[in-house]
């Protein structure tokens, strides 16, 4: 498996121009399932056995859920180059069972209580407040979100640079626009990026998330422990979702290259339909 391996990443790079560190973060995951496995091929039983495994040690939902896309993407790729004949195998990470492993998301009342808690004065309060609206109205990634830079934000879109350097447009609501707006009224400093610390320096993904997680916990969230801003993210996919957003033009806000990544939002929604049905019908 590990020439298959080798070719993959030799295809994801040449061929879709996916970062450095994407290619090593599919080859982490992997390399964790070929030593799960332990032989040269895989079957059906052993992909369900393998993300049972990380479960049952705690892994993180968010990254589970990454090494699912992996696996599947790599699975297409054999398959895609003839190298497996077995359509089995894709299709059995579509089992709920494995879906069951969907990232945290935010409730309504939980993203307005934690976009309440940075304080609206001040340098810090308003650039985290900014941050944090931001992050939600665009569902951008972190990463993402520390590399922009003030002219990539206007009155309709913010410019991102995605994964593979590729940028895309997106939308930006006028709540956020506001907090940045008030942001840059204390914005001291000549340096073009939008977000960074008291020194002038660029905001890196550890500062946003330790800023993110000290809201989520002043604003008494059971689970504060667990947020992170890929979880205003996940939440900001999900709500649009509920609300009636086609998938597709969430899959190209995301900057999801493959709709499957985008797909497992459609679980959680039906999740919160479910909940929503039994609620309100008479007859549930």
Request: with cysteine; hydrophobic share 40%; aromatic share 10%.
């Amino acid at each position: 498996m590990q020439d298959h391996l080798n070719a993959f990443l030799i295809y994801l790079s040449s061929e879709k121009g996916l970062s450095k560190n994407t290619l090593e973060a599919y080859q982490r995951d992997l390399t964790a399932l070929f030593s799960f496995v332990k032989k040269g091929a895989f079957e059906k039983k052993d992909l369900v056995d393998y993300f049972a495994f990380l479960k049952e040690q705690n892994y993180a939902s968010a990254s589970i859920c990454r090494a699912f896309v992996s696996v599947r993407i790599f699975l297409r790729f054999l398959k895609k180059e003839g190298l497996i004949q077995k359509a089995d195998l894709e299709q059995s990470l579509e089992m709920p069972k494995i879906w069951q492993l969907v990232p945290e998301v935010l409730s309504y009342g939980e993203v307005e209580r934690l976009l309440e808690q940075p304080q609206k004065t001040g340098f810090i309060g308003l650039r985290d407040k900014a941050i944090l609206e931001l992050l939600y109205a665009t569902g951008i990634r972190v990463s993402e979100l520390c590399s922009l830079k003030i002219l990539d934000v206007d009155d309709q879109f913010v410019k991102v640079r995605g994964k593979g350097n590729k940028e895309r447009l997106v939308p930006i609501g006028r709540t956020a626009l506001a907090a940045i707006d008030s942001y840059l009224k204390v914005f001291e400093s000549r340096e073009e990026w939008l977000f960074v610390t008291k020194k002038g320096r660029p905001i890196d993904r550890i500062t946003v998330w330790q800023r993110i997680k000290f809201y989520a916990k002043k604003a008494r969230i059971a689970r504060y422990q667990k947020i992170s801003p890929h979880t205003l993210r996940h939440s900001f996919a999900t709500h649009l979702l509920e609300k009636g957003a086609d998938i597709r033009l969430i899959q190209e806000m995301l900057g999801h290259e493959d709709i499957a990544t985008t797909d497992r939002y459609t679980h959680i929604s039906l999740s919160h339909l479910k909940k929503t049905f039994e609620q309100f019908h008479p007859r549930p």
